[in-house]
C-alpha cells in the first residue's frame, strides 16, 4: 500500500530541541547552579534531590563509628561555625549525617571544605556548599577520621592515602576533632594498625626513599599497590604512597620519628599527626562512647547522641 492510499500524513509536533550552544543568559534554559555562589551572588534556588541516606549500621563497629561521629558533630559543630573541613574514610559519611540533620537553616550559611575526592563527593551529594582550603585558609572546625590514636593524641591517618589534605584542614582548623571506632583507641601507635605508617611521596623519588626507610627502622617498608589496577595506588595528589612499620620503640617517640621521615628528600607527606587534635572520640561496643582530651582528661559519655540533631551555639 502507498503512503498516498493510507490517506494523508498528519503534520507531526516536532519536540522542541534545546541547543545548548543557542541558549542565552535570559532564555531561562541556562543550567543554574543549585545554590548561592562564593562570590555572593545570588542565584535562582532550584530544587535538589535529598540527601543520599547513609545505610543504618549493619555492626556493632559500624554502630560504634557513628556514635562516635555524632557525638563529636554535636559537641564541636555549632550554629556559629560557618566553614567546616570534612575528613576522609568510613566514619565520615556519618559526620555529614549528622551535620545535614542538622538542616538547611544552618547549613546553607556554611561552606565544607574536603579533604579529598571521597569527601567532595559526600559534601556535593549531600547538598552542601563546597569550598576550597586555598579559598578558606582558615576553618572553624574539621572533623576527620583515624587509623590508630595514642593517650597524647598523636595518630596515624592515611589509611585512605588522604593524609596530606587531611593535615592541611587539620593544620588550618581552629578545632580539630577525630572520630573513630574502639579499634582505633590505642596506647602506642602501631600496635593495633600494623600496615605501617602511611608516607605521601613524590613518584620517581619512591625507590631512593623506600631504600632509606630500610635503613632508619622500617625494613619492610613497601609502595602500596592498587587492588584493582596494575600498579601503585596513585594519591588525589597524582603520587604515590608508601606503608612504612616501625618498632614499638620508634613509635613510642612519633614526633622525632615524624621529623626524621619529613626530612627525606620527595617526602610530601607523612601519616603521624602529632597531637594536632583537640579531642577524639571513639564509640564503644556497649553504646558508649570515650573522649580522650588534648589535655589528657578522659570523659566517657554513657548516652551520647540523641536522634535529633540539634547544632548548638557554643
Ligand atoms: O586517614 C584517613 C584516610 O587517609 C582515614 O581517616 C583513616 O584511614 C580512617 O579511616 P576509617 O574511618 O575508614 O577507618
Redesign the pocket.
Known sequence: MSLMAAGPLLPRKLPVVHDPWSRTPTDGVYPLPLRATLAGQSVPHMSQPPPPKVPAPTSSVEGA?RLAAWTAVDRHIHREHKVIGI??????PYVVERIVAQGNEVNKDRVFIP??FQSKELIVKSGLLLGDVDQYPVIDVTI????EVDHDLNC????????LR?KVLAEAADTFVL???YR?NSDVLGKNFKQGI?IEVVPFAYTKILQNLHLIGSPTAELRMAKAKAGPVVSDNGNFLIDAPFPEELMKDPYTLLTRIKMLTGVVEV?LFCQMAKAAYFGNQDGSVTIKWHDGRIEKVDKPASPVAKPTVE
Not at 575528613?87 to 565520615?92: F, H
Not at 596515624?156 to 593524609?163: N, R
Open positions: 563509628k575528613g576522609s574514610g568510613s566514619t565520615v579533604t579529598g576527620d577520621g583515624a587509623d596515624i591517618k592515611g589509611g585512605g592515602g588522604c593524609h587531611e572520630v573513630a571506632d582505633k602511611p601519616g
